[in-house]
């Protein structure tokens, strides 16, 4: 039986195209707190309210941005990368030019920035994409360029 596949291939991703994203996501406090931990990070800022209200200029826990980054990519994999790609190959950039906090409702946009054949993997090719995650708000809060290695339309036959 083959899988459904949501994902877009290789030659569906040009440089230009925009994918605003159906999924949206409310990051809990509990969210926050469970990725923290599970991921060792002892850092009071998000984990300590008392901490974060006396000691900070944001007066409330702010949600690791490893969290952040993590919910924006892959809000985005629905609707880019499920079934057709072969290995994310790294990210050029990432920025975190506003807090969030919980309670924050992410949204996302994809831009393909560029894309071209991979010249050692006949059927693949490489595709630099830039993710940006906005809060209820409508700000900026995250924005990612990633490379990922797509897979090709497969052949009829």
């Known amino acids: 039986m083959q899988r459904p596949t949501p994902g ?4 569906e991703l040009t440089p230009g195209t925009v994918i605003h994203h159906a999924i949206r996501r409310t990051i809990t406090e509990a969210d926050n707190v469970g990725f923290t931990t599970m991921t060792m990070n ?12 006396n ?8 949600v690791n941005s490893l969290l952040t980054l993590g919910m924006v990519i892959g809000i985005s994999v629905h609707e880019t990368t499920l079934g057709t790609t072969v290995a994310n190959l790294g990210f050029d950039k990432v920025e975190f030019p ?5 309670g924050d409702t992410l949204r996302v946009e994809t831009e393909v920035m560029a894309s071209r054949p991979s010249s050692s993997r006949p059927g693949q ?3 630099t994409l830039e993710h940006r995650g906005y809060n209820q708000d409508d700000t900026l809060v995250c924005r990612a360029i990633r490379n990922a290695l797509m897979l090709g339309r497969p052949t009829e036959g």
């Open 42 to 53: 002892p850092a009071w800022l998000h984990l300590d309210a008392d901490y974060a209200a």
């Open 98 to 102: 506003a807090p969030v906090f919980h």
């Open 8 to 11: 877009r291939w290789f030659e």
């Open 55 to 62: 000691e900070t200029e944001f007066g409330r826990p702010l």
């Open 125 to 127: 090719g490489v595709v």
